[in-house]
């Protein structure tokens, strides 16, 4: 168990609908990041968070958006999905803020299908 | 910009074989940072070892090893013995330190599939 908890564990939606995924970093950690995997992208790194700001920015769409919590939690909101947004989307946390050797804890993910 | 490339994407293997994943990278950093995860079936991303750039030595934990070599940009992962839960996909990644991207560039991965 990595101590990253990620929820719901699986989503099923329509398209055009709006959707949030919730992770909570492990204890202590005040990085946070997201990444999307799919078959044809492979693991893309979406956005990273530090003690509640937004530091790194990736591959992320206009249509998500993500924001971390006072209480270190973050949830990355997808809106208006089309059935490409279908992917497993993971949460990773790590102590540190922009240290590229930090190891990075992922969470379980979140299996989202848009249907 | 960093780049991984494992340019295996399937292993097969039958059980109590070794197994060696290639993994090559490209960075103009001096200072970087090299990882290998694991996927199993069940989806989670297992952290396995942290490399950095100034240290070359070879690593060994019971049956897993990893061979880094700067000499020809490789971090290699060797499975000794492999068993049927070692089936996994198996992922390379790169941090730059300085200069670069701190965000990990991962490989595409390696399915490895371990008969009984």
């Known amino acids: 168990d990595s101590g990253v908890t990620q929820t719901p564990k699986h989503l099923i939606t329509a398209t055009g609908q709006r959707v949030t995924l919730r992770c909570s970093p492990r204890?202590?950690?005040?990085?946070v990041y997201w990444y999307q995997q799919s078959l044809d992208q492979g693991l893309q790194f979406l956005i990273q968070y530090y003690n509640g700001e937004e530091r790194a920015k990736g591959n992320i769409l206009e249509r998500f958006s993500a924001q971390q919590f006072p209480d270190l939690h973050s949830e990355l909101n997808l809106s208006s999905l089309e059935l490409g947004d279908s992917a497993l989307y993971f949460c990773?946390?790590?102590?540190?803020?922009?240290?590229?050797?930090?190891?990075?804890?992922f969470g379980a993910g979140t299996r989202l299908s848009v249907l | 910009a960093q780049k991984v490339t494992q340019a295996q994407t399937e292993i097969s293997v039958v059980e109590k074989e070794d197994v060696t994943l290639d993994c090559v990278y490209e960075?103009?950093?001096?200072?970087?940072?090299l990882f290998w995860y694991k996927q199993p079936p069940s989806g989670e991303l297992v952290f396995l070892i942290r490399r950095n750039s100034f240290d070359e030595q070879n690593e060994i934990s019971g049956r897993y090893s990893w061979n880094f070599q700067k000499s020809t940009s490789s971090f290699n992962f060797t499975i000794t013995a492999s068993q049927v839960v070692d089936s996994a996909v198996y992922f390379c990644?790169?941090?730059?330190?300085?200069?670069?991207?701190?965000?990990?560039?991962f490989g595409r991965g390696t399915s490895l599939i371990v008969h009984p």
């Open positions: 990773a946390s790590s102590g540190g803020g922009e240290v590229a050797k930090n190891i990075q804890y």
């Open positions: 990644a790169l941090s730059e330190g300085t200069g670069g991207s701190y965000i990990p560039t």
């Open positions: 960075t103009r950093d001096t200072t970087y940072y």
């Open positions: 204890s202590g950690d005040l990085s």
